[in-house]
């Protein structure tokens, strides 16, 4: 009862000892992903103002990083994908937050089966965000589907512009490369899930929150205050998703409450603590841990 209890005062007892100090403003960029939503429930809780945080939203994976990388977000929540291209121009760049692990929330979705594809002579049409952790995914499913001698047509769009595709009117096999909540409103038009992050891919996918050291460390107050807000939201999240539910509704795509819960399925959240196995994934990912709060 005790650390119920201490849970639903953390975020009062930040905010008021942030109130008397004012903090350089930090800018974080986030796309539509269920696993950032104690993000966005913290933003709508009204957590972030005293500590002068500015969460942007974006639909786009890619335009997330590119917006980070000239300069306009000071920290952003991505996949190790992004980190791995970033990292290169910015070798302090390290993650300093853990949010989830994929479990079936990033997938390949299709107008043919698995069988079909491999059996077919028309060129694949395939639908991604191709600067983004989409392009690994769908290297991944050719390679493990035998499919690299089909002759595939690369289309990259962002996942709103995806997520408008029906399958009525495509006259070529398709298949579309996206994550939760997009999925959602794919399957309403008619595609189906060939594999995913949990089933049919052994693919190891983590969210965090990336930044420099030199962020970090001129902003260390602030990340370490986050750090216990995010904390906070998912154990809201995890005592009363229906109350969660209701205040990041706004940025989730129009989905039910229903269609929410599915979403939780499909990740699994790491916030906390980090398994001996996803420590050793993250090792093989080249993702140093020494820096997470």
Known sequence: MFNILMLLLIPLILLTSCTSKPYDKLTISATTWVGYSPLFYAKEKGWLKPLNIKLLHLTSLSENMYLYEVGNADAYVGTQYEYSVLVHKMPSLIPVMMFDRSNGGDMIMGNRSVSELQNTSSTID???????????LLKDF????????????????????????????????????????????LHKKGFKELVSTKEGLDLFVVDALFTTEEVLYKHQEQFIALKKLVDA???DLERDPK??????????????YEEFESSLSKIEWINQTLSPEVKTRMREAHLPIRDLL
């Open 126 to 136: 395939a639908y991604l965000e191709m600067d983004s952790i989409n392009n690994t």
């Open 142 to 185: 050719i390679e493990r589907y035998e499919l690299q001698n089909k002759k595939i047509d690369y289309i990259n769009k962002d996942q709103a512009t995806i997520a408008t595709l029906d399958v009525i009117g495509l006259s070529r096999p398709t298949i579309i490369v996206t994550y939760n909540p997009y999925d959602m409103k």
């Open 233 to 235: 939201a998912v154990a």
């Open 243 to 256: 109350a969660f539910y209701s205040v990041v509704k706004p940025y989730l795509l129009e989905l039910s």
